[in-house]
């Protein structure tokens, strides 16, 4: 197979073609879709190639569009809702976690399947604030009948999109802004990434950093600059929220002895604080160190540079924490944040 880069924005973008062409249920809506620019690169072309009765916009009422994406599911269709921002979708929050989430329990599975895509962009904000930018895939993980996705890599956010479209159930499928841009190998062709499966992404013997989505990238720089002094970190892509796979993150920490959850949303009631109480929980006497969460702090998305530079979590602070495991100093670097335009470790791209 050809080796080939494309950006997460075109394996996004690529996945929902290879769906549409393939299987005539699946359609697509939201606002901006049609757009020539295409919610960030992600739609670009797809109403000219499928039509308007396939590819079409939506008024400005995030409840009804929800509404109708959970009822034409229902009937057979395979619709794929995109939200601009993740803040956006709180406005539908009655039809995804009322409706949709409790469909298949409600009706003892008699209703049918509900196989709903809804896509989510969340991430830094360039002075968008407190109500464009928020991380709150917790929300949607913490709710039992969802499906939680949130790919690193473009190989992964093609083949986990096509799993998302081809599922029965609905999935809330989370793309960081500050990804779409990042390239890595991609193949041709329709493949599935299964949900609810990490992946190790690289090896290590000290200490486990559990990361999803932008984190991953800072892990792997936090890695680097770990293995300078002797620690070598394992890092473990969680990619699926809900199912989460607990499994490799407790054998991850099985042969490590150390854990630092790293996560794009809040640190209080969030995914870290979940990874690390199912850890305690079923690996304590493995543990050769308290775990360390990362994310947020707790106050809102700031709209001013200066302090979103304090605001998001970096890899020194990763790497700091995991210095600090082995009794040693932080690092002392100073970071400014800034879009990644290719991923780290071209062994990260997936396999193929």
């Not at 499906?147 to 190989?155: D, F, G, H, R």
């Not at 992946?199 to 720089?221: C, F, K, N, P, W």
């Amino acid at each position: 197979m050809p080796d080939r880069e494309i950006t997460f924005a075109q394996a996004v973008r690529e996945a929902t073609d290879l769906c549409m062409a393939e299987d005539p249920t699946v359609y697509l809506m939201g606002l901006g879709v049609p757009d020539p620019k295409g919610v960030f690169g992600t739609t670009v072309g797809l109403q000219e190639k499928y039509g308007p009765d396939r590819v079409f916009d939506v008024p400005t009422s995030e409840n009804a569009m929800t509404g109708v994406a959970v009822g034409s599911a229902l009937v057979g269709m395979r619709p794929i809702l995109v939200h601009q921002r993740l803040d956006f979708a709180l406005l539908s929050m009655e039809q995804i976690v009322n409706q949709a989430a409790n469909w298949h329990y409600m009706f003892g599975g008699r209703g049918g399947n509900l196989p709903l895509v809804i896509r989510l962009v969340v991430g830094r904000g360039w002075g968008q604030g407190p109500q464009h930018s928020q991380s709150l895939q917790a929300w949607f993980a913490h709710v039992p009948g969802l499906k939680v996705v949130m790919p690193t890599v473009p190989y992964d956010a093609k083949g986990l999109l096509i799993a998302s479209i081809q599922d029965n159930n609905p999935v809330i499928f989370i793309e960081h802004r500050w990804l779409h841009n990042v390239k890595g190998h991609v193949p041709e062709g329709v493949y599935s990434v299964p949900l609810g499966a990490a992946r190790v992404v690289r090896e290590g013997s000290d200490v486990t950093i559990a990361s999803s989505s932008y984190m991953t990238l800072e892990a792997l720089q936090a890695a680097e600059v770990m293995s300078e002094d002797g620690i070598e970190a394992e890092v473990l892509d969680i990619r699926t929220l809900r199912p989460l796979d607990q499994e490799a993150i407790l054998d991850s920490v099985g042969k490590t002895g150390r854990l630092i959850v790293a996560d794009t949303g809040w640190k209080s009631f969030g995914i870290g604080a979940e990874v690390v109480a199912f850890t305690a929980e079923r690996a304590f006497a493995k543990l050769k160190h308290p775990p360390h969460r990362i994310g947020l702090p707790d106050c809102p998305s700031p709209s001013t540079p200066a302090i979103a530079n304090r605001f998001y979590p970096r890899a020194a602070e990763i790497a700091s924490a995991g210095r600090a495991m082995f009794g040693l100093s932080p690092t002392g670097i100073v970071e400014e944040p800034s879009v990644p335009e290719d991923i780290p470790d071209p062994s990260f791209a997936g396999p193929f």
